[in-house]
């Protein structure tokens, strides 16, 4: 079965640091592009962060470049994020997915999270 | 505030059919694909369709996806109580080096 398992999440002060991990099981996981995806308390989804299938290219949102980090151990079948100089902006469920891609002669390249994990709550409050 | 556009709410009653809508611009839905996402209540979210209209595996055909220039639509035919969820809609965006944005979110109640 394929699963991810989120961790690392927890309650921080303003200006503090955490690292969330993913489990990655049930799947070659070195051969997939990952993401990280964020979701405010009563808010929408927001993309963090994602990484290529060797760990060799990274991007990520406007909002936390400069402060995160998105890294993997292929060797581990985990993702990791590194987040520094925590605001309260960014309290949140932290979810971890799998990007899937599939060409199609008509539309193109396609992408897609499928699955995602079940989330880690990170709270940052003094 | 969403990239993508989506109404905040949506209604209906058992069997009926009930569409969402997503709204967005030439650098994301105008030149990529559209995917939607279901998320159930205190649940992590679930791919429900891929590449505007393709269905997963296990997801029913009572759920179809559209796209037509730089909007999509979710469709949900013959509803039903289980279908109550927020649904997401999202597109890889073009601008600014490239990155994924998502629709505000769809909450959907069965009455």
């Given at each position: 079965e394929v699963q991810l398992v989120e961790s690392g999440g927890g309650l921080v002060q303003p200006g503090g640091s955490l690292r969330l991990s993913c489990a990655a099981s049930g799947f070659t996981f070195s051969s997939y592009w990952m993401h990280w995806v964020r979701q405010a308390p009563g808010k929408g989804l927001v993309w963090v962060s994602r990484i290529n299938s060797d760990g060799s290219s990274t991007s990520y949102a406007d909002s936390v470049k400069g402060r995160f980090t998105i890294s993997r151990d292929n060797a581990k079948n985990t993702l990791y994020l590194q987040m520094n100089s925590?605001?309260?902006?960014?309290?949140a469920v932290y979810y971890c997915a799998r990007d899937w891609e599939y060409y199609d002669i008509l539309t193109g390249y396609s992408n897609w999270f499928d699955p995602w994990g079940q989330g880690t709550l990170v709270t940052v409050s003094s | 505030q969403s990239v993508l556009t989506q109404p905040p709410s949506a209604s209906g009653t058992p069997g009926q059919r009930v569409t969402i809508s997503c709204s967005g611009s030439s650098s994301n839905i105008g030149s990529n694909t559209v995917n939607w996402y279901q998320q159930l209540p205190g649940t992590a979210p679930k791919l429900l369709i891929y590449s505007n209209n393709q269905r997963p595996?296990?997801?029913?055909?009572r759920f179809s996806g559209s796209k037509s220039g730089t909007s999509a639509s979710l469709a949900i035919s013959g509803l039903q109580s289980e279908d109550e969820a927020d649904y997401y809609c999202a597109a890889w965006d073009d601008s600014l080096n490239g990155h994924w944005v998502f629709g505000g979110g769809t909450k959907l109640t069965v009455l």
């Amino acid at each position: 079965e394929v699963q991810l398992v989120e961790s690392g999440g927890g309650l921080v002060q303003p200006g503090g640091s955490l690292r969330l991990s993913c489990a990655a099981s049930g799947f070659t996981f070195s051969s997939y592009w990952m993401h990280w995806v964020r979701q405010a308390p009563g808010k929408g989804l927001v993309w963090v962060s994602r990484i290529n299938s060797d760990g060799s290219s990274t991007s990520y949102a406007d909002s936390v470049k400069g402060r995160f980090t998105i890294s993997r151990d292929n060797a581990k079948n985990t993702l990791y994020l590194q987040m520094n100089s925590l605001r309260a902006e960014d309290t949140a469920v932290y979810y971890c997915a799998r990007d899937w891609e599939y060409y199609d002669i008509l539309t193109g390249y396609s992408n897609w999270f499928d699955p995602w994990g079940q989330g880690t709550l990170v709270t940052v409050s003094s | 505030q969403s990239v993508l556009t989506q109404p905040p709410s949506a209604s209906g009653t058992p069997g009926q059919r009930v569409t969402i809508s997503c709204s967005g611009s030439s650098s994301n839905i105008g030149s990529n694909t559209v995917n939607w996402y279901q998320q159930l209540p205190g649940t992590a979210p679930k791919l429900l369709i891929y590449s505007n209209n393709q269905r997963p595996s296990g997801v029913p055909d009572r759920f179809s996806g559209s796209k037509s220039g730089t909007s999509a639509s979710l469709a949900i035919s013959g509803l039903q109580s289980e279908d109550e969820a927020d649904y997401y809609c999202a597109a890889w965006d073009d601008s600014l080096n490239g990155h994924w944005v998502f629709g505000g979110g769809t909450k959907l109640t069965v009455l």
